[in-house]
Nanobody
Framework: QVQLVESGGGLVQAGGSLRLSCAASGRTFSDYNMCWFRQAPGKEREFLGAISWNAITYYADSVKGRFTISRDNAKNTVYLQMNSLKPDDTAVYYC????????????????WGQGTQVTVSS
């Protein structure tokens, strides 16, 4: 089992930045592929990006160049740096983990955090 806890969400003005954190516990963090999704009200969960156990990253086109995923295996934490935020980025942001999947599909990930709200005002 892997437990994930997101933090760092909040209210930010358009054009601003936020850094989300996802702290993991329970199993060997460095063995897991990690990813970030978000879900806005009335919309499906949207893949944002992923980072493999060996730090290979992959991003959705919608956030490429604005969002950056990184991981610190010593701290069992994965980060999502979000820049140039837009009101359309308003959503609950989730991190997820899996020992084998490195996918854009939410149903491929076994472990999820509870989410953190990000609100971008215009």
């Amino acid at each position: 089992q892997v437990q994930l806890v997101e933090s760092g969400g909040g209210l930010v003005q358009a054009g601003g930045s936020l850094r989300l954190s996802c702290a993991a516990s329970g199993r060997t963090f460095s063995d897991y592929n990690m990813c970030w999704f978000r879900q806005a009200p009335g919309k499906e969960r949207e893949f944002l990006g992923a980072i493999s156990w060996n730090a290979i990253t992959y991003y959705a086109d919608s956030v490429k160049g604005r969002f950056t995923i990184s991981r610190d295996n010593a701290k069992n934490t994965v980060y999502l740096q979000m820049n140039s935020l837009k009101p359309d980025d308003t959503a609950v942001y989730y991190c997820a983990a899996d020992g084998s999947a490195f996918s854009t599909k939410a149903n491929q990930y076994a472990y999820w955090g509870q989410g953190t709200q990000v609100t971008v005002s215009s």
